[in-house]
């Protein structure tokens, strides 16, 4: 990778290095919700960039960068979308350019507000760790056949409910439902049994035709880029309703998504080659190349009376048994259109070992085995006031490309 030096000081460990720039909606108490470029410490705001002449020679309508979403901005393509953050990046490394002097281009990241990057039009969930699936299999069906026999044939996957996914920062009140107790009919109660789900979501970025169904070769040109994803769960809810349809109210009261789209571009240096696909999958899913990224994620819990957060688990992106590619040539292999803002999800990413596992329901072996906080506090699930911090992030030599924080807090039912 050629070194890149910016003029602009950013810290060596920030997530939002030169090698980064994502893109996210902010806002100030001055500035209406805009596209802007993380930065180190700092937000590029892309209007006032390009009403200096930054992308001057693109053609495209700068009004895309004055919108709530980034779902204008997506539309116009890679090609454009990738030229504007090579000028931007350009454009920090030069002592002489336009940005340099331009202050007003710049807000501090701690000072913004961040938006909900897209509108989301359908969201689908994976299912794609093997170990998480065999884990939950386990738990919930059958110790000895965890996996069932279509897993490794099919990205397995659900529509789930698009109206309630929300930013980072945005509280989760713990939903009721309905919930079986093991010797008596079901009851209506808040959740016993409330969870996160460390995912990662991908955005779509170009639209698909009805009928038509996108290559595993021409996958990647559909993938804008990458978000962490919280899959909030009610297992209790979730056990009771899911046969035979799936899951529904356990998973649809929200899912949280981090403020920043980190580009496939910028994550291009990390990919890695996924776990070997036994037995061999169906020709429209095969895919020989390195199809996996080398993220690692990790996961802490705050509680109201701790000072500090406690990890509670660290994975990685790489365990994914079924890569982005193959979950979209999936998905579209009946004709199902895609469309710029759609939300694809991992599913929980676990990895082999037990301090790799991506939910409660697996560290704490359902109950079984509550997880220590650093206070000694002990967790078996979520409680009321408990804030659920996700972090990500790719390095490799000095390269750090990072996705910030996602963070929400449990509050009581409503
Ligand atoms: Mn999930």
Same mark, same amino acid.
């Given at each position: 990778?050629?070194?890149?030096?910016?003029?602009?000081?950013?810290?060596?460990?920030?997530?939002?290095?030169?090698?980064?720039?994502?893109?996210?909606?902010?806002?100030?108490?001055?500035?209406?919700?805009?596209?802007?470029?993380?930065?180190?410490?700092?937000?590029?705001?892309?209007?006032?960039?390009?009403?200096?002449?930054?992308?001057?020679?693109?053609?495209?309508?700068?009004?895309?960068?004055?919108?709530?979403?980034?779902?204008?901005?997506?539309?116009?393509?890679?090609?454009?979308?990738?030229?504007?953050?090579?000028?931007?990046?350009?454009?920090?490394?030069?002592?002489?350019?336009?940005?340099?002097?331009?202050?007003?281009?710049?807000?501090?990241?701690?000072?913004?507000?961040?938006?909900?990057?897209?509108?989301?039009?359908?969201?689908?969930?994976?299912?794609?760790?093997?170990?998480?699936?065999?884990?939950?299999?386990?738990?919930?069906?059958?110790?000895?056949?965890?996996?069932?026999?279509?897993?490794?044939?099919?990205?397995?996957?659900?529509?789930?409910?698009?109206?309630?996914?929300?930013?980072?920062?945005?509280?989760?009140?713990?939903?009721?439902?309905?919930?079986?107790?093991?010797?008596?009919?079901?009851?209506?109660?808040?959740?016993?049994?409330?969870?996160?789900?460390?995912?990662?979501?991908?955005?779509?970025?170009?639209?698909?035709?009805?009928?038509?169904?996108?290559?595993?070769?021409?996958?990647?040109?559909?993938?804008?880029?990458?978000? &962490?994803? $919280?899959?909030?769960?009610?297992?209790?809810? %979730?056990?009771?309703?899911? /046969?035979?349809?799936?899951? #529904?109210?356990? =998973?649809?009261?929200?899912?949280?998504?981090?403020?920043?789209?980190?580009?496939?571009?910028?994550?291009?240096?990390?990919?890695?080659?996924?776990?070997?696909?036994?037995?061999?999958?169906?020709?429209?899913?095969?895919?020989?190349?390195?199809?996996?990224?080398?993220?690692?994620?990790?996961?802490?819990?705050?509680?109201?009376?701790?000072?500090?957060?406690?990890?509670?688990?660290?994975?990685?992106?790489?365990?994914?048994?079924?890569?982005?590619?193959?979950?979209?040539?999936?998905?579209?292999?009946?004709?199902?259109?895609?469309?710029?803002?759609?939300?694809?999800?991992?599913?929980?990413?676990?990895?082999?070992?037990?301090?790799?596992?991506?939910?409660?329901?697996?560290?704490?072996?359902?109950?079984?085995?509550?997880?220590? &906080?650093? $206070?000694?506090?002990?967790?078996?699930?979520? %409680?009321?006031?408990?804030? /659920?911090?996700?972090?990500? #992030?790719?390095? =490799?030599?000095?390269?750090?490309?990072?996705?910030?924080?996602?963070?929400?807090?449990?509050?009581?039912?409503?």
């Amino acid at each position: 990778m050629i070194k890149l030096t910016s003029w602009l000081e950013i810290p060596a460990d920030s997530d939002f290095s030169i090698y980064n720039l994502p893109f996210g909606i902010f806002s100030t108490s001055a500035k209406n919700p805009r596209v802007g470029i993380a930065i180190g410490e700092k937000v590029v705001d892309l209007k006032i960039a390009g009403d200096e002449g930054l992308f001057n020679g693109l053609k495209f309508n700068s009004a895309v960068f004055e919108s709530d979403t980034l779902n204008d901005f997506i539309s116009l393509g890679k090609s454009v979308t990738n030229e504007i953050r090579l000028r931007v990046q350009e454009a920090l490394c030069d002592e002489s350019s336009v940005l340099k002097n331009l202050d007003s281009a710049f807000e501090n990241l701690d000072s913004v507000k961040m938006h909900l990057p897209v509108q989301v039009g359908d969201y689908t969930d994976f299912y794609s760790s093997l170990e998480h699936a065999t884990n939950v299999g386990k738990m919930f069906r059958d110790a000895e056949n965890a996996l069932l026999p279509n897993w490794k044939h099919i990205p397995v996957g659900y529509h789930g409910r698009a109206s309630s996914i929300v930013e980072s920062g945005v509280n989760i009140h713990r939903p009721k439902g309905q919930i079986k107790p093991n010797d008596s009919p079901p009851i209506l109660s808040p959740t016993k049994k409330l969870d996160f789900e460390l995912e990662m979501g991908f955005i779509v970025g170009k639209e698909s035709r009805l009928g038509e169904s996108v290559s595993i070769d021409e996958a990647q040109d559909y993938i804008f880029g990458l978000v &962490l994803f $919280n899959d909030w769960s009610a297992r209790d809810i %979730q056990k009771w309703e899911y /046969v035979p349809l799936g899951p #529904f109210l356990g =998973k649809s009261f929200a899912s949280s998504i981090s403020p920043w789209i980190v580009t496939m571009e910028a994550l291009e240096p990390f990919c890695v080659n996924g776990p070997l696909q036994d037995p061999p999958v169906r020709p429209y899913l095969k895919y020989d190349e390195a199809g996996n990224y080398d993220i690692h994620l990790e996961v802490a819990i705050q509680s109201e009376k701790s000072e500090q957060p406690t990890t509670v688990t660290k994975s990685n992106f790489k365990y994914m048994y079924w890569n982005m590619r193959q979950q979209l040539a999936h998905h579209t292999i009946n004709g199902c259109n895609v469309r710029v803002g759609d939300l694809m999800a991992s599913g929980t990413i676990s990895g082999p070992e037990p301090e790799t596992y991506g939910s409660m329901l697996e560290l704490s072996w359902n109950g079984t085995d509550p997880v220590k &906080l650093a $206070n000694g506090e002990k967790r078996k699930f979520l %409680q009321d006031h408990d804030t /659920v911090i996700m972090k990500g #992030f790719a390095q =490799k030599n000095n390269v750090r490309v990072g996705f910030g924080e996602l963070k929400s807090k449990i509050l009581p039912t409503v």
